[in-house]
């Protein structure tokens, strides 16, 4: 499960349109937990254990491409959502996960959940068992180039996610780049979407039909097409990023449930405790 896309996805939409809501710990808390209870009793049969993957504030990417993500600041700092407040309340509830839940919980400095959803898929991939992601985020489409054991569901809209050629999708993706992480397409300068000192060169379908039947030819020797690679293919996450990984979630202890109720109790979730079988 990819934390903050899923716990903020899910905020949002409770929201609607009454953005300025206050944040509250106690509704932050009980949305992510019912979340987590929802998650589990619909998917642990068939695809075993939930692994909670945790961004860290300071991504590789960021130090690699200082512009990655850039204007996600300046887009939130227009909102009426106390953004500071609800980073504060995942960071909360994800310490209590990690004290009280039974769920492993993987945080890896350097580290985006991207990267620790992509090593744990891999992993499953590698021991032929079904692994799934639970992200709205279409960025894991990718990851269904490895195998067919690998699928991707969408909580918010209570989809699953899926893609006829992913390998197609990966190759157009690096070069149309990613307006949401300030990664411009594959033609343009890395402050595009900063600066906007000029137009980006559009990418047409027609294009990139000719890209893909054809190969990037000289494009692939480009500094912008190597950028657009190593921040979007998660197949290039830092060889040291994949084993910190690693060794983080293969040190990380099987728990079992004994803390849970205990937890509901001091928070007054008395209707998750109902449904203690679920976690």
């Not at 959803?117 to 068992?129: K, P, T």
């Not at 202890?253 to 109790?265: A, E, Q």
Request: charged content about 30%; glycine content about 4%; some cysteine.
């Amino acid at each position: 499960m990819d934390y903050s896309q899923v716990c903020i996805a899910n905020y949002m939409q409770a929201l609607g349109k009454y953005t300025n809501t206050p944040v509250e710990i106690e509704t932050v808390r009980h949305m992510i937990l019912n979340s987590l209870r929802a998650i589990n009793s619909k998917f642990r049969n068939e695809y075993g254990e939930l692994v909670i993957a945790v961004d860290d504030n300071n991504s590789w990417r960021k130090q690699v491409f200082p512009y990655y993500k850039a204007n996600r600041k300046v887009a939130r700092s227009a909102s009426d959502v106390d953004w500071g407040a609800l980073f504060q309340c995942l960071s909360t509830v994800k310490e209590e996960i990690i004290e009280n839940m039974p769920y492993k919980v993987v945080e890896v400095v350097g580290a985006e959940a991207d990267d620790i959803i992509a090593w744990l898929s891999r992993h499953a991939v590698n021991a032929q068992e079904p692994c799934l992601i639970i992200s709205g985020d279409h960025d894991f489409i990718q990851l269904q180039i490895d195998n067919i054991f690998v699928k991707q569901y969408d909580t918010k809209h209570d989809r699953w996610i899926t893609h006829d050629e992913p390998r197609r999708y990966l190759f157009e993706h690096v070069i149309k780049g990613d307006l949401g992480d300030g990664i411009p397409n594959a033609y343009s300068l890395d402050d595009h979407y900063v600066n906007k000192v000029s137009r980006a060169k559009p990418v047409t379908k027609k294009k990139l039909d000719e890209l893909w039947e054809n190969g990037p030819g000289e494009l692939a020797s480009s500094p912008h097409f190597k950028r657009n690679l190593e921040m979007i293919d998660l197949r290039r996450t830092p060889e040291q990023i994949k084993l910190n990984i690693r060794d983080t979630y293969f040190a990380l202890p099987n728990k079992d449930k004994s803390r849970v109720l205990n937890y509901f109790i001091k928070h007054s979730l008395r209707k998750l405790a109902q449904s203690l079988g679920d976690f």
